[in-house]
């Protein structure tokens, strides 16, 4: 599926995977070896501009991710029996294995050092901030560091400020 294609095509090949995902829970486990590489070019069609694309992606971004603890233990390389991946899409399956590493555990994620050194020394929450954002960043991702103060000065939610939970 080639998230440059048109939208309608787009379209039909997300809601061609929730189907299959939807229909047969028995195919999913045949499918396990190649969970890695449907999960990258969903996650990329969750910002598609279309509505319905976006909404399909993320029915079946969820399937996906659901089940990716089950497809970590799969044969993988290219020699593993019964996946026959030519060498291009099993070095995009190790690339696509190591970017969920770190997307889904943040500790994982490499360091990134400012190009300006800071005039103080980051704290280490604050230099993991830093290389979670670059991480973000250099897969077209976007998202938003907040710490307790701030998200209690959102409304209330959890946080030193005394406010309730949602």
Request: hydrophobic fraction near 50%; glycine fraction near 12%; charge should be positive.
């Amino acid at each position: 599926m080639q998230v440059s294609a048109e939208g309608p095509q787009r379209k039909a090949g997300v809601l061609l995977l929730q189907r299959l995902l939807e229909a047969a829970d028995a195919l999913l486990l045949r499918l396990l070896p190649f969970i890695v590489l449907l999960v990258v070019p969903t996650l990329a069609l969750m910002s598609d501009a279309t509505r319905s694309v976006r909404r399909a992606a993320t029915s079946v971004f969820g399937r996906l991710v659901a089940v990716l603890p089950l497809a970590q233990g799969t044969a993988s390389g290219p020699g593993a029996p019964g996946l026959g991946l030519g060498a291009a899409l099993e070095r995009r399956r190790a690339m696509d294995a190591a970017f969920l590493k770190q997307l889904l555990d943040c500790k994982q994620v490499q360091p990134y050092e400012l190009p300006v050194a800071p005039a103080v020394a980051l704290r280490g929450y604050q230099q993991e901030g830093v290389s979670w954002l670059a991480f973000l960043r250099r897969f077209g991702l976007h998202g938003i560091l907040a710490d307790d103060m701030v998200r209690s000065s959102w409304g209330g939610r959890g946080g030193r400020g005394g406010g309730q939970r949602a």
